[in-house]
């Protein structure tokens, strides 16, 4: 059988005609349009209305059965209470290919269904228990952390939210991004109590575009500050929670981040739980659109003007991010941790360690990383095998440490680890806001054409900012390419001459709205 509120009405249709299904009635189907068929139903509505309910001594006569692949009129259903059970349809006929697809693909949503309640309910979970923990002031070794960490809405600046758009509507404006991170604990000694707060760092898309080693830059950067790492102190447990973006959040980068921190000993287990396709609404998410309403009807041209903007909430804390923030994680922490090949995607829980743990990862010692497809019961059942963490030949890849052999360089792995961490790579400028100083320093007020945004660019900015128009230029005719070559290869396939080659168009000045 299957759940009939989960039946499209479209495959309903298709299969009643065929006479595989049994017609279903309910208050949202439309009538038959045939008019013979409104009239004998009227009829029999009419009839039923006049016609007396038989007496108490005559018999009621059993409907007839309808034979295989006729069509049977399902008697008024009493209206459904929340405690009924779910209503069945039930084969007349041959099942066929289309109807075993269907039930296929609702067997799909229904585990993707429970799969997102499973994983909401336990982020849900870790989240009042690091309340629960902050109340309680239990100790660093004991507590339980919880964060969500997620990208806002981009912001294209100069905004101008307070005119109507000029010229200014055909340029191509900068990029603000802004990452949050949320401790859903956090604690504001006003009397208050422990509740969700937001670091929210801003930077232009010329500091550094949306990626890994952003993502991972600013979650260590956050932890630091606030104080959530403790050098020389193993915390407890560890949850952050991110939405199943694999460019920013859900990769290899921040799988070892996971396992960078666990070997650290900064804390006794450390879950990483990714949040279910379709079903990503955070804390950042309803924190970043109560800004909205501030900035959105504003001037701005610096970053401070989008800073004090921003700041309107106690909730939230706006932080700058400049170039001496972003690191290169991802080229680091290859060196040490091996990456996990076809088990990303799928999984949406990762850990290392337990509770039990004394101090966390042991020292000199490998590890494992254990991998859920979510937090579903039958998913926790069928448990990938954990993988072990550690790179082959590791310590071969210092060179300038001078490891005799794998046994002394485990010894000395973390203190590698510390030194190589405050050496690594930082991220260099991506893209020098050119366009700034040449189209948007002109309408900028007086007071604000200094800021470093509208500088002139030197000549070898100049050079990287013609040299990416060029690319993206080249882009947009190789796309153009494909997509015709993808459009002729179609039309000899199907055999159809008729498609009309477009006109160009005109850039004559004199033909009103030419380009």
């Known amino acids: 059988g ?57 018999p009621q006569k059993d409907p007839p ?43 799909r949503a229904g585990i993707h269904v429970e799969q997102a309640e499973a994983q909401r309910d336990w982020h849900n979970y870790f989240v009042k228990k690091a309340v629960e923990d902050a109340e309680n002031d239990v100790p660093h070794e004991e507590r339980t952390y919880a964060f969500t960490g997620d990208y806002g809405q981009n912001i294209m600046f100069p905004h101008f939210g307070d005119e109507q758009p000029g010229s200014t509507y055909y340029f191509s404006q900068l990029t ?30 010329g500091i550094r575009k949306k990626g890994a080693n952003a993502v991972a830059s600013l979650f260590m950067k956050t932890l630091r500050e606030r104080g959530i790492i403790k050098e020389g102190r193993t915390g407890g447990h560890l949850v952050v929670s991110f939405d199943n973006c694999g460019g920013q959040n859900k990769n290899n980068t921040m ?49 401070e003007d989008l800073e004090r903007a921003l700041a309107k909430s106690d909730y939230v804390t706006v932080k700058p991010a400049s170039v001496e923030d972003f690191f290169d994680y991802d080229k680091f922490l290859r060196m040490f941790y091996r ?39 039958a998913d926790k059942a069928a448990a990938v095998i ?52 040449s189209n948007f320093r002109p309408l900028v007020p007086l007071d604000k054409k200094d800021d470093i945004l509208y500088r002139e660019p030197t000549a070898d900015e100049w050079a990287v900012v013609k040299k990416e128009k060029k690319m993206n230029k080249e882009k947009k005719v190789e796309v153009k390419k494909m997509k015709r070559e993808t459009m002729e290869t179609e039309d000899e396939v199907v055999g159809d001459d008729t498609r009309k080659a477009k006109k160009p168009r005109t850039t004559d000045s004199s033909v009103p709205n030419a380009v």
């Open 255 to 303: 799988i070892m981040i996971l396992m960078y921190l666990y070997e650290m000993r900064y804390f006794k287990k450390i879950t990483f739980l990714f949040l279910i396709a379709g079903h990503t609404k955070n804390a950042c998410d309803r924190l970043f659109n109560s800004l909205k309403a501030d900035y959105r009807t504003q001037n701005l041209f610096t970053v």
């Open 65 to 107: 059965q309808p034979e295989q692949g006729q069509l049977q009129k399902d008697p008024p259903q009493p209206e459904k209470q929340k405690d009924d059970p779910p209503i069945k349809v039930y084969m007349i006929g041959p099942v066929s290919d289309e109807m075993e697809a269907m039930e296929k693909m609702l067997k």
């Open 176 to 205: 603000m991004l802004n990452f949050g991170l949320v401790n859903h604990a956090h604690e504001y000694g006003d009397g208050r109590g422990p509740s969700c707060h937001m670091d929210a760092h801003v930077y232009h898309e």
């Open 386 to 437: 954990p993988q072990k963490c550690r790179k082959r030949n590791w310590w071969t890849t210092l060179p300038e440490r001078n490891h005799a052999n794998e046994a002394k360089a485990s010894l000395k792995r973390v203190d590698d680890l510390k030194e190589m961490c405050d050496e690594r790579d930082k991220l260099t400028v991506v893209k020098p806001p050119g366009q700034m100083w």
């Open 339 to 377: 990456k996990l090949p076809q088990q990303i995607n799928q999984n949406h829980v990762f850990s290392c360690g337990s509770m039990e743990d004394a101090q966390g990862c042991k020292l000199g010692s490998d590890f494992k990383i254990s991998l859920l497809r979510s937090f579903r019961e």
């Open 2 to 58: 299957v759940d009939s509120n989960t039946v499209p009405s479209a495959i309903d249709d298709e299969l009643f005609r065929e006479g595989v299904v049994p017609m279903r009635r309910s208050s949202r189907q439309k009538k038959p349009r045939d008019e013979k068929a409104r009239h004998l139903e009227s009829d029999d509505d009419d009839e039923d209305e006049d016609e007396d309910p038989l007496p108490q001594d005559q």
